[in-house]
């Protein structure tokens, strides 16, 4: 990747002494850190201000006890997180990460990222994120709602409509919140449908959301295909994950003409070489939580590859939408080679430097997760107005405002790539886009 200007480095060098231990949310930051450079040399008053050693430390880090019991009365206990990373645009927002990898240094990526990602989305939204330790698989109905409300019996006092609104991310799904949004409107007496985001279609959730973050994700590369005088028409498309993020990436791109040929879970990768069969798969993933495996029970001229790697398979767009750094330097070339055009990040930090490094260099079509998955989010600012207005939009309708804000987040990307002195370069056009507003705001609100 590119390096950090020496105005910059000691920056970093303090956010690694600061934060110890922490390699995912360092990655994120040296990320940002490296296409900061230029904007500092143009607004010295964010040097002066120190804005970028502000928007490094989060405003405030809540880490909580989340005990509860399972099926056999066995005590069990889990740690919760939420990081309220920046509030100089609105509102923390951001989702909840129930995984077992979880710990401090994830929730610092995600909720560092989600700042330039709000931002971008350009509506009033600033930057949070959270979750726990708690493994999801093989839990019941029974257990995950203990567990969820545990969590939102500590949560409930940090969170509210105009501070900080969680919605749903890895493990976190229509169920959670459901579970978490029952425990809120218990504990504070109060139906307040803002406080939470990813909500059911009944009692306060917005048409779109569940679909939106793949949706937005090919909207993105749909633009940047665009840009390129070329489309999704007869493209092979591969896809990690079979989770809400990898599912409506698929409805989407074939939707537009493109034909996925693979999608994945931890275990393994399925390879359908005629075409994903998405109604099984919603079947499998959406309504059994099954493992993707099963896709072959029914589909025998599909092929499963136990702990396969799904970026060996050929494809001309590369959709990986399942969770961070899982294209290394190595799948990079590899996709590179076997002639991948473009690549929209549907998960979080999905490419290590070393990969992205191998994007910029190849000149393909690049799409970082902060700009390409940003649809997902602003969908929950969507659905938080329509929640203030007491209102519910139609499908078409919130849909279309989806497309137009990632058509809108492709075009300043695009443009302030160009104006950067770097054409094409999303990468660079994402944060400095993200950046640049969340710093005016704080030059504004003095000292905070
Ligand atoms: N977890 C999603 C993300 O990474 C969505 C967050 C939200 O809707 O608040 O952006």
Redo the contacts with the bound molecule.
């Keep these: 990747m590119g390096q950090v200007d020496e105005k910059i480095e000691g920056m970093y060098q303090e956010v690694l002494k600061r934060n110890p231990g922490e390699t995912e949310f360092h990655q994120a930051v040296l990320e940002v850190l490296e296409s900061l450079g230029p904007v500092v040399a143009k607004h010295p008053e964010f040097l002066e201000r120190k804005i970028i050693q502000r928007i490094c430390e989060p405003e405030r880090q809540i880490i909580f006890r989340v005990p509860w019991q399972n099926d056999k009365g066995e005590v069990q206990i889990n740690r919760g997180f939420r990081v309220e990373f920046n509030s100089a645009l609105g509102p923390y927002?951001?989702?909840?990460?129930f995984h077992p990898s979880v710990y401090l240094g994830i929730i610092k990526f995600?909720g560092f990222?989600?700042c330039f990602?709000n931002s971008l989305t350009g509506l009033p939204?600033g930057g949070g994120?959270g979750g726990s330790d708690f493994d999801p698989k093989g839990k019941t109905d029974d257990e995950v709602m203990r567990f969820c409300q545990s969590f939102m019996t500590e949560l409930y006092r940090h969170i509210g409509e105009h501070t900080d609104?969680?919605?749903?991310?890895i493990g976190v799904g229509g169920r959670e919140i459901g579970y978490m949004f029952g425990q809120y409107k218990r504990i504070t007496n109060r139906y307040e449908p803002g406080v939470l985001?990813?909500k059911g279609l009944t009692w306060g959730g917005s048409l779109v959301?569940t679909e939106a973050?793949g949706y937005g994700a090919t909207f993105f590369v749909n633009e940047m295909l665009k840009a390129r005088k070329d489309s999704f028409d007869g493209k092979i498309c591969t896809v990690s994950g079979s989770g809400n993020v990898a599912i409506y990436t698929i409805e989407k791109i074939t939707q537009l003409g493109g034909k996925c040929v693979a999608c994945s879970d931890s275990n393994g990768v399925i390879y359908d070489e005629k075409g994903l069969d998405l109604d099984l798969i919603k079947q499998l993933k959406e309504v059994e939580r099954r493992r993707i495996q099963d896709y072959t029970a029914t589909h025998k001229h599909a092929k499963y590859i136990a702990k396969g790697n799904i970026w060996e398979i050929p494809c001309q767009v590369a959709m990986p939408s399942a969770t961070q750094n899982e294209i290394n330097g190595k799948d990079a070339a590899t996709l590179v080679k076997n002639g991948c055009i473009a690549v929209g990040e549907g998960a979080?930090m999905p490419t290590t430097p070393e990969g992205v490094k191998v994007f910029l260099d190849a000149r393909i079509a690049y799409g970082p997760g902060k700009a390409a998955?940003?649809g997902?989010?602003a969908?929950?600012a969507l659905e938080m107005q329509q929640n203030a207005g007491r209102d519910s939009w139609t499908f078409e309708y919130t849909e279309k405002k989806l497309e137009d804000i990632m058509i809108n987040i492709h075009s300043n990307c695009y443009e302030t790539a160009e104006e950067y002195g770097a054409p094409g370069n999303y990468v660079l056009g994402a944060n400095i886009c993200g950046f640049i507003k969340i710093a005016n705001a704080m030059v504004a609100h003095g000292l905070v």
Excluded at 165 to 169: L, N, Q
């Design positions: 927002k951001g989702g909840l990460r995600l990222e989600q990602k939204i994120k609104v969680p919605a749903g991310d985001t990813g959301r973050t979080n998955n940003a997902g989010v969908t929950s």
